[in-house]
């Protein structure tokens, strides 16, 4: 299958350049994954799967955001901690009683990898997901890793007010614009840099680049295939007028 951008540019995600450097962040050491049905590579298959058999990968826990790792859950509905079906490894939940992974949820853990596809503006539920997970992971002594994907509106438009602190919520968490203008992966050095975790606690932090985006890149221009990242957002043209209106909630 061609995955090429119009001009002739392939741009590959975090979660690529990850496998193609065949794991040496993870050598050795047990890893919990925090992702949904965006963490796939350019032939849809999902992260979950492609860690959990790829040789010399200690894949040992799952952690869920809103919607569920496999997008069983519809917005805004509680999600267990369950056993995943398909690898039958521990699903910890962190859009129910707890959203920030518990140091028993994090047992036996050394390693946290984050992949979930952002959707360029704020008021976003996995943007607060990938904040208090990197807390976790700092309080915790465990590393953090970030599978970089692209922003859908480009690299280059931020717009909007920072959140004020009364408007804080876990759909906006942290003062960022309302369109940010950053990749996840940036999101999380954004977070970790400036010192905006729970009293200015940092993680030991490591973002899988991506190759060959551009900031002036729209999700359409990448090659890559989108994977609806909530029911409001069935279609990466969705993230242009979602960020115009802003009535959805949490997402």
Same mark, same amino acid.
């Given at each position: ?57 200690? #894949?040992? $826990?799952?952690? %869920? ?10 917005? !805004?509905?509680? /999600? *267990? ?82 959140? #004020?602190? $009364?408007?804080? %919520? ?10 940010? !203008?950053?990749? /996840? *992966? ?66």
């Amino acid at each position: 299958m061609s995955w090429f951008t119009i001009n002739g540019q392939k741009v590959e995600t975090g979660l690529e350049v990850f496998l193609r450097g065949n794991f040496k962040e993870t050598e050795g050491k047990n890893v919990g994954l925090i992702t949904n049905p965006t963490g796939v590579d350019h032939n849809l298959r999902s992260a979950i799967d492609i860690l959990f058999s790829a040789k010399g990968f200690k #894949l040992v $826990a799952l952690y %869920s955001p809103e919607h569920g790792i496999r997008g069983e859950f519809t917005a !805004g509905e509680s /999600v *267990g901690s369950a056993t995943d079906p398909v690898t039958g490894l521990p699903v910890y939940s962190l859009y129910g009683k707890t959203r920030k992974p518990t140091p028993e949820m994090l047992k036996g853990v050394d390693i946290l990898v984050y992949d979930i596809q952002d959707i360029g503006s704020r008021s976003y539920t996995f943007i607060s997901t990938l904040g208090l997970a990197m807390e976790a992971a700092a309080e915790n002594n465990i590393e953090f890793i970030v599978l970089d994907r692209p922003n859908p509106l480009g690299g280059i438009r931020m717009e909007g007010p920072l959140t #004020l602190p $009364a408007f804080t %919520s876990f759909v906006s968490q942290f003062p960022i614009p309302y369109i940010h !203008g950053l990749t /996840v *992966g940036e999101l999380a050095m954004y977070l970790n840099g400036e010192g905006l975790l729970k009293n200015g606690i940092k993680c030991k932090l490591k973002v899988m680049k991506m190759e060959g985006w551009s900031r002036d890149m729209l999700f359409d221009g990448t090659g890559l295939q989108w994977v609806p990242s909530s029911p409001h957002i069935p279609y990466s043209s969705s993230t242009l007028y979602y960020p115009a209106t802003g009535i959805f909630g949490e997402l």
